[in-house]
């Protein structure tokens, strides 16, 4: 059974295709899930060594994190809040 990393890779994975299959939405969740904090911040850890690209950071408080990925196609979101235990990875035009 895969670990949730790589689950989360696979996800992401699939999250690009959608992105690139529906580029006329404004902003689409790809994926949500309850995820706590420190993985979440792996799943950031991940996406940027797959894409071989550095997120820019647009929030960063002690149980809140989002970065954002400059893509041809749009750009890719993933949000890590701690409160909730939640992650959120959305596109957006």
Excluded: W
Aim: proline share 3%; charged share 25%; net charge negative.
């Amino acid at each position: 059974m895969p670990n949730l990393l790589q689950r989360f890779a696979t996800c992401f994975s699939l999250g690009v295709v959608y992105l690139i299959a529906d580029p006329l939405s404004a902003e689409t969740v790809i994926k949500e899930e309850t995820l706590s904090f420190e993985k979440c911040l792996d799943v950031i850890a991940t996406t940027s060594a797959q894409i071989a690209i550095e997120p820019r950071v647009t929030a960063h408080r002690k149980n809140l994190k989002i970065v954002e990925y400059d893509l041809a196609d749009g750009t890719l979101l993933i949000l890590c809040d701690g409160k909730k235990e939640r992650v959120r990875i959305s596109s957006k035009d």
